[in-house]
């Protein structure tokens, strides 16, 4: 049982392509986080959001670009990307009072292959 | 800057086998301590979690507890089930939304 969802849980894109991963939340969180996972390496934190309000971008290039228009639904559009790029992109939601007891709740992931 | 550190595995246990899992951090002030669990294709579920020293996290027959003295945060199972089969990973918050995670245990239970 999950109370963020993430769409599509694959994708396979060219380089050139356009495309957008969409992440949901039923939990009534006010904090959304976008995270990247490649294999050896601990997550990567790319994006946070705060009450729609980025507030964390985590030296990202600009081929990945962020939405967020409600604080229940967060967006990550992706552009021009490269075969780096493949990885698991993992969507997390949180009450977002930015205490050190807040809790982040993930999704399932997209998991992403650039060609 | 903060920093958690775990062994990458994997680690190979036969079914019913005590699991421990090491976990050691660095952090200035008091940090909140997680486990969470990712199964094959999945995401990360929170397993556990202690928000302050000497508290017990536990849930699923996992435990940790959280030592300030030795800035450690190890989980343990007393007997582990094929379906733990996952990767574990360690976790911080100091806070301001800002969660610093280990590299990942992969456990693989064999019957």
């Known amino acids: 049982e999950t109370g963020v969802t993430q769409t599509p849980r694959h994708l396979v894109m060219g380089m050139t392509n356009k495309k957008s991963l969409k992440c949901e939340q039923h939990l009534g969180h006010n904090a959304m986080y976008w995270y990247k996972q490649s294999a050896k390496k601990p997550l990567e934190l790319m994006f946070v959001y705060n009450f729609k309000e980025q507030t964390e971008n985590n030296s990202v290039p600009s081929r990945f670009s962020p939405e967020c228009p409600n604080s229940s639904h967060l967006f990550l559009h992706l552009h021009t990307l490269q075969p780096e790029d493949s990885a698991l992109y993992l969507c997390?939601?949180?009450?977002?009072?930015?205490?050190?007891?807040?809790?982040?709740?993930f999704g399932p992931g997209t998991r992403l292959t650039v060609l | 800057g903060d920093s958690v550190t775990q062994m990458e595995g994997p680690v190979t246990l036969s079914e019913e086998a005590f699991l421990t899992i090491n976990c050691t951090y660095t952090a200035t002030g008091y940090p909140s301590l997680f486990w969470y669990v990712q199964y094959p294709g999945e995401g990360l579920q929170l397993l556990l979690k202690?928000?302050?020293?000497?508290d017990k996290g536990s849930n699923k027959g996992f435990e940790a507890t959280y030592r300030k003295e030795t800035t450690s945060f190890h989980l343990e199972k007393g007997s582990v089930q094929v379906s733990d089969s996952a990767v574990y990973f360690c976790?911080?918050?100091?806070?301001?939304?800002?969660?610093?995670f280990g590299i990942g245990t992969k456990l693989q239970v064999i019957p």
């Open positions: 976790a911080l918050t100091g806070g301001y939304q800002k969660v610093t």
């Open positions: 997390a939601s949180s009450q977002g009072n930015g205490g050190d007891t807040d809790t982040q709740y």
């Open positions: 202690a928000t302050k020293a000497d």
